[in-house]
């Protein structure tokens, strides 16, 4: 079984620019999950999606948003880019959600210059 | 919400020897799980393990649910083993999240 596959795996961009980051979870399965981890906060969620809806949402400004296709492909849309938002996205996979194992992806390293 | 902490932050080995990792957490939890994060940033699963003693290889784990928290073994350590161990939990009255630890920083030396 194919794991979790993210793209692009490295993006640079500007502040005040956006950025889509994409996540294609493991077959069969139906939750994805995004986090990001900087050297300051460690591995901090952002939000999960569940069968195309937003089931759970961490403490992020409304610059984060995602959003979950038919497919179980995820995408993750950065609006207005800040120096801050430079870190590693990584989402992860799970069949029903948190009561099942999480698988990750490798990750997409974002710098904001 | 739920606190995570591991010990010790920072771990420096000889290889062949054995260490054990902590992880204590503050309330009750529907899912734990350890993760190597490797060189590139990847979380690798080691074990799903809420509750009870599970083991691959060299690598075993053993959650203490009832006491809050969970230790994983290391044995016979090689180089390859290097690199930050995460544990992270979640409980879905916490918003359905996996909470991490701040992380054990391991180094084995050749």
């Known amino acids: 079984k194919a794991g979790v596959t993210q793209t692009p795996r490295y993006l640079i961009k500007t502040r005040g620019q956006q950025v889509t980051l994409s996540c294609s979870p493991i077959s069969g399965h139906r939750s994805v999950s995004w986090y990001q981890q900087t050297p300051g906060q460690g591995l901090q969620f952002l939000f999960e999606y569940f069968s195309e809806t937003q089931r759970n949402k961490g403490n992020f400004p409304g610059r984060f948003s995602g959003r979950q296709f038919s497919n179980s492909r995820s995408e993750m849309n950065v609006s207005t880019l800040e120096l801050g938002d430079s870190a590693l996205y990584l989402c992860?996979?799970?069949?029903?959600?948190?009561?099942?194992?999480?698988?990750f992806g490798p990750g997409t390293r974002l710098t904001v210059l | 919400g739920i606190q995570v902490e591991q010990s010790p932050p920072d771990l420096i080995l000889q290889e062949g020897a054995n260490s054990t990792l902590r992880c204590n957490f503050s309330?009750?939890?529907?899912?734990l799980q350890w993760f190597h994060q490797n060189p590139w940033g990847q979380l690798i699963n080691l074990f799903y393990i809420p509750s009870g003693t599970k083991q691959n290889g060299r690598l075993s784990a053993t959650t203490v649910a009832t006491e809050r928290y969970s230790l994983l073994y290391i044995s016979s350590s090689q180089t390859t083993d290097s690199g930050v161990y995460f544990c992270a939990v979640g409980a879905y009255n916490q918003g359905g999240k996996l909470i991490f630890g701040q992380g054990t920083e391991l180094s084995v030396k050749p």
């Open positions: 309330d009750s939890v529907n899912n």
């Open positions: 992860a996979s799970s069949s029903t959600g948190l009561y099942n194992e999480q698988f």
